[in-house]
């Protein structure tokens, strides 16, 4: 199903599922069985090309063709179905900036990244979506996101509660089913999990993680007991991801990005000003 990249096939397919819905009301049942079957077909294209079905060793950085094909689903799947929350606008489409669908392809491409970033430029939206497609189409995979605190987390988590409440119904119902929607955790019955933990005590020691997330890392309590979480996560094939807006010069956080401009740590280093916000 690689021709569904296609825009005007993917608007096709569309406007057959729209055709579908209008003519419901047709007393032919067998002109109804018809339609329904393309309305089944036109959502299992679009599953499809949302989640293909790809051998990927997620331990490893990936080829640039391998990127291609699961960035270009997740930005179809975010485009297609999320909506988010925007000051003074309320609910709307959630639309990639430049910005976004830069980081993206490299949190997708790179095990280990880390970014220094402006404030308020939409990555924490980006990733409470990231991580809802990684879990909602493929089995097995927990994540964990730390934040500062326990506020700061259910925040987050919040984001991806609203992604997936803003989904099409019949999308939701393709998918796993929620089993669970805690303060800090959505589990689904493909055995996928996410978790938003504040980083005290430790929260991601011992876990065999698909991916860490740690949100404004420099501002964490203790920015060194996360990096002690990290560690074992990458030293066991996990992906990471390292979000902050800068602190202090010479702190923890600023050591490893400098670590990974330098080329002297496991990191992928990502910079965005404040004007990323305005790449549209």
């Known amino acids: 199903v690689s021709f569904c990249s296609s825009a005007f096939v993917h608007s096709v397919l569309f406007c057959l599922f729209a055709f579908a819905h209008s003519v419901s009301f047709c007393s032919s049942a067998f002109v109804r069985s018809v339609l329904f079957c393309l309305f089944a077909f036109v959502h299992s294209v679009l599953w499809r090309s949302w989640f293909p079905k790809l051998e990927v060793d997620w331990t490893l950085e990936l080829d640039d063709d391998t990127t291609r094909i699961l960035f270009d689903a997740c930005v179809s799947f975010m485009e297609s179905n999320l909506f988010i929350k925007f000051p003074g606008r309320g609910k709307i489409p959630f639309k990639l900036r430049d910005a976004q669908r830069q980081v993206l392809w490299d949190w997708i491409k790179y095990r280990n990244n880390i970014c220094l970033k402006a404030r308020q430029i939409g990555f924490s939206t980006l990733v409470a979506a990231y991580v809802l497609w990684l879990t909602f189409g493929w089995g097995e995979r ?139």
Do not use: C
């Not at 099409?168 to 089913?177: A, D, L, N």
């Not at 978790?195 to 929260?203: C, E, K, T």
């Not at 060194?224 to 979000?243: K, N, Y």
């Not at 280093?269 to 990323?276: L, N, S």
């Open 142 to 280: 927990e994540i964990v996101m730390l934040s500062r605190t326990e506020r700061d987390s259910v925040k987050l988590l919040n984001k991806t509660k609203y992604a997936y409440k803003s989904m099409p119904e019949w999308v939701r119902k393709r998918g796993p089913e929620l089993l669970d929607r805690t303060r800090l955790s959505m589990t689904w019955d493909n055995d996928s999990k996410i978790g938003s933990l504040p980083s005290a005590n430790d929260p991601a020691r011992g876990e065999s993680l698909f991916l860490i997330v740690i949100d404004e890392w420099a501002f964490l309590p203790s920015p060194e007991d996360a990096w002690s979480s990290i560690e074992p996560v990458i030293d066991l094939g996990g992906r990471a991801i390292g979000i902050s807006t800068a602190n202090v010069e010479g702190d923890f956080f600023h050591k490893q990005w400098l670590g990974a401009e330098s080329g002297k740590s496991n990191f992928h280093g990502i910079f965005f000003p404040w004007d990323a916000v305005g790449l549209s």
